[in-house]
């Protein structure tokens, strides 16, 4: 049958007693055997027994003594007559006794015990086993009942062919018994020779034992059990409660085994987690040594394609190699969270890395990487630049180059002649004609020269791979010039003194020689400013070159009326030596250009006018190409950046407790930022391709957007690893909350104070807002200078690196301890002096028995020798060890 919750209900109705079957012959016999050895284990230490236990306790003398045994305390005097009024009294001093117990008798009158009633006096028997043997059994707040069969099927768990699951049929082959006496003592019987088919010798053994070792009377007959179908539940519940309280002292020394376990399932893990930092740190610090210098590196390269194939390397690294670190980094910062929680949630002192290898050093490592990170970015992008600007003005030196060291090809071994010794009077006018001319010229190709020394200088500047030809070059050229000058002097002095022989001149010739030699300047300045090259970056410069080549067309009209006028003239000379038969007419004595030349020219300049509108407009839609790069870069950057800064103040706000919502709340609410943080990386993703084909363009400023790539990739990495830090600290919150019974009350009151006294809402407190906030919070810190000293010992406890600022960690850890109760060290002393029997010091073998394997191991490799007097040689010390857990240690 079932019992009732209430303790004190342990007598049902007569009516009940027939419906649950407790008349049963068979069960009755059961329950009067067990009940009569039950009360005679009490009896005989009152120097008395009990025969029939119906007939003996009729008039309450040997019911009020057994009732005085095993309370301990002394009934009133009972009356001595023979009369039924007198045992009838005596009767009821028992059971007034028993009610005064808490017990309610129900249907249990002292006549009916005076009368010899079997049936009542039972019950009555089973009440005072109830209130006094297993009413006291408690398992896990369950029923006397229901904890006494926990108990068994704990005990009995390990062994083979036992699964009690009842207190009648379960308990028939004996197995049980010998099962429950052997996990007690494993030296009183070999439970490996037992079987299941020989009950008869299972139930005699264990039944002898008990009697003979433990001091357990025979309460149950080995073949009533085994013949009849189902036990009395009463009876074996009655002897069961024997081996209960018989073994209480080894139940102690199992809840001590059992907290000594837990606290050294907690000190492994804490080891796991602090190599695991250590191997974590070390790598990602190895990584940014060995990265550091190939970022630093800055040696110059010769050519764009070399400079090229190292961007494309630091693309690789960027999307390949620095983002599984980025993910190791945030995963060691939780690791190392998570490490401090579980510490200080066990009182356990806080972790210290090695050195140069905490949370600090991590952070300045990886802040000198991305720094590295930039500058060489910025580095290849000026590089990439100046490389371009090298190979346009190269190019352009060798342009003028070449067309300087055309027009000078032969002018040399020219002013060195000496022709005009043998002219006549014409000739010798039109070579000082010529010769003015040439100096004409001359003078007109100083700016080109000009401009070729500069193109080279600027080439020095710029640190041109080829710097020492292009010197080379330009020296020779100057000081051809300066050749060219010196002769040119030479020359006209010369014809100067020949001009007083010679006087006449042909005018027609002397005209063509000054109009066609800056027109043909003008035609070498045209064709080589249609053939220039030019480098541009935006719609507007090459708008500007545009705009000047339309002008230069509007010029054409003039020029063409001056090609006109010029080959006029040689039509002219042409037709007046035809008609009077100069000789030598034909040929200009004041210039070596010729119609034929002119006209050649202007040929090619008309040529290249449509050429050059073709390259600039193929320039111009290069130019709008690039402007529509920048503003798709700059729509998507606009947008991006300003999301970016919106997520990181929100994900601040809730880790400061500024939304006042539980902490499940925000810590969902951080999970589904996550998610939408991940949900956009595909927009990253296409900006870093319009951004590869921006660099790639040669783009090197944007006026639409004040955001760059460099910092999107900053903000998002930081944005990521902001989620993933408080994600961590809230579910540290939620880990203290829980373990430490914290109420959401009392964990958003100590928010609201922290953040009430956070002005700055940086996370931290001053040590003055720090005790202000204790006030607030009711904590008494005196003004004088006890105060300051119980005030400066809390600072040491929540500031233990004197940082000047207490972290709400921290503050929630001290408030915590404050307020909830935790394991000590002499606690877990307390537990090892149970183990090892009140001894000061405790035997490998007694931990092996009493501890799981792992961890029974794990004491004995960690305990120091004992060396107190008449220890054993393989004595342990479990008292260092037990101070060691919760102090400085090696472990």
């Not at 630091?314 to 510490?343: D, G, I, S």
């Not at 720094?371 to 190269?394: P, T, V, Y």
Request: net charge negative; with cysteine.
């Amino acid at each position: 049958m079932e019992y009732p919750n209430d303790p004190n209900e342990y007598m049902e109705p007569e009516e009940e007693w027939e419906r649950e079957g407790l008349l049963d012959p068979a069960w009755e016999k059961q329950q009067k055997k067990t009940f009569t050895a039950w009360c005679n284990s009490h009896l005989r230490k009152a120097g008395t027994l009990i025969e029939s236990i119906e007939e003996e306790f009729r008039n309450g003398l040997k019911l009020m003594l057994l009732l005085e045994v095993i309370s301990g305390e002394t009934l009133p005097k009972p009356d001595r007559g023979k009369m039924r009024f007198h045992k009838i009294a005596n009767v009821n001093k028992a059971l007034d006794f028993i009610a005064s117990k808490g017990v309610k008798l129900v249907s249990i009158g002292a006549e009916e015990i005076v009368d010899g009633n079997l049936k009542m006096t039972l019950g009555m028997i089973w009440t005072i086993i109830l209130r006094f043997a297993i009413q006291d059994i408690s398992v896990e707040e369950m029923t006397a009942k229901e904890g006494l069969l926990l108990w068994c099927q704990r005990k009995t768990a390990p062994y083979k062919n036992v699964n009690v699951q009842n207190f009648h049929t379960s308990f028939k082959d004996g197995l049980a018994f010998c099962a429950l006496i052997h996990r007690h003592r494993p030296d009183l019987l070999d439970y490996s020779q037992l079987s299941k088919d020989d009950p008869l010798h299972n139930l005699n053994l264990a039944f002898d034992i008990a009697e003979k070792h433990l001091d357990i009377p025979r309460m149950l007959d080995p073949d009533d059990l085994v013949n009849t179908p189902k036990a009395d539940e009463r009876a074996i519940m009655t002897y069961v409660s024997c081996y209960y309280h018989a073994f209480q002292g080894a139940q102690q020394a199992e809840m001590a085994a059992n907290r000594i376990c837990k606290v050294l399932k907690v000190n492994q893990e804490n080891e796991r987690l602090m190599e695991e930092y250590e191997r974590l740190t070390s790598d990602l610090l190895e990584w940014i040594r060995r990265t550091l210098p190939w970022l630093q590196a800055r040696q110059q390269d010769n050519t764009l394609n070399d400079l090229q194939k190292k961007l494309e390397e630091y693309r690789l690294y960027r999307r390949n190699h620095k983002p599984p670190r980025v993910e190791q980094k945030a995963r060691l910062e939780t690791n190392f969270n998570t490490l401090q929680t579980k510490l200080r949630l066990s009182n356990r002192p806080a972790y210290l890395p090695s050195e140069g290898k905490s949370v600090t050093d991590i952070a300045n490592a990886w802040k000198q990487l991305e720094g590295c990170e930039k500058s060489f970015e910025e580095w290849l992008l000026s590089e990439m630049m100046r490389l371009e600007r090298l190979e346009h003005l190269a190019k352009k030196f060798k342009h003028k180059a070449e067309i300087h060291e055309s027009w000078t090809a032969g002018k040399e071994e020219m002013l060195k002649s000496q022709d005009f010794r043998h002219c006549k009077l014409n000739e010798l006018k039109a070579l000082k004609k010529k010769h003015e001319a040439f100096e004409s010229d001359l003078a007109a190709h100083q700016d080109r020269v000009e401009q070729i020394a500069a193109i080279a200088q600027e080439l020095n500047a710029l640190d041109y791979y080829d710097s020492a030809a292009i010197n080379s070059r330009c020296q020779a050229i100057c000081d051809q010039w300066d050749r060219l000058g010196t002769l040119t002097t030479s020359r006209r002095n010369a014809l100067e003194e020949t001009e007083k022989l010679l006087e006449k001149i042909d005018q027609l010739h002397l005209e063509f020689a000054k109009r066609a030699a800056p027109f043909n300047n003008w035609l070498d300045g045209a064709c080589e400013d249609l053939v220039d090259m030019f480098i541009v970056h935006t719609i507007e410069e090459i708008q500007g070159l545009i705009d000047a080549h339309h002008q230069f067309k509007a010029t054409l009209g003039e020029a063409d009326k001056e090609y006109q006028a010029i080959t006029a003239l040689v039509t002219e000379v042409q037709h007046t030596a035809h008609k009077y038969q100069i000789p030598g007419a034909l040929d200009n004595p004041y210039t070596t250009l010729t119609a034929q030349v002119i006209s050649q020219k202007w040929g090619e300049v008309k040529k290249l006018v449509p050429q050059r509108d073709n390259t600039l407009q193929a320039e111009l839609q290069k130019q709008q190409n690039n402007e529509s790069l920048r503003r798709q870069f700059a729509e998507k950057a606009n947008g991006v950046g300003p999301w970016i800064e919106k997520q990181m103040d929100a994900v601040a706000a809730i880790g400061m407790g500024m939304h006042g919502s539980v902490l499940e709340d925000q810590l969902n609410r951080l999970k589904d930022y996550e998610a939408a943080v991940i949900g956009n990386k595909a927009i990253m993703d296409e900006m870093e391709k319009i951004h590869q084909a921006v660099q790639e363009s040669m783009i090197f400023e944007n006026r639409y957007t004040q955001y760059t790539m460099e910092t999107l990739r900053v903000g998002w990495e930081q944005l990521l690893t902001s989620i993933n830090r408080t994600i961590n600290e809230v579910e540290n919150q939620i880990l203290t909350r829980d373990s430490k019974g914290i109420s959401q009350e009392q964990l958003s009151e100590f928010r609201s104070s922290f953040n009430h006294f956070d002005k700055n809402r940086c996370g931290r407190l001053a040590p003055d807002e720090f005790k202000s906030c204790l006030i607030s919070l009711g904590y008494s810190i005196g003004k004088d200078r006890q105060g300051e000293i119980d005030f400066q010992r809390i600072i040491s406890i929540v500031d233990p690196n004197n940082t000047g600022f207490i972290q709400f960690d921290a503050f929630l850890d001290f408030m915590t301890r404050e307020n909830v109760d935790s394991d000590t060290a002499e606690q877990v002393i307390d537990s090892f002096r149970i183990l090892a029997g009140d001894k000061p010091y405790i035997l490998p073998e007694e931990l092996q028995r009493e501890l799981p394997p792992d961890q029974a191991e794990y004491c004995i490799q960690r305990m120091q020798p004992y060396t107190g007097p008449n220890a054993p040689r393989d004595a342990l010390d479990y008292m260092s060890f037990s101070t060691s857990l919760y102090g400085e240690s090696d472990l």
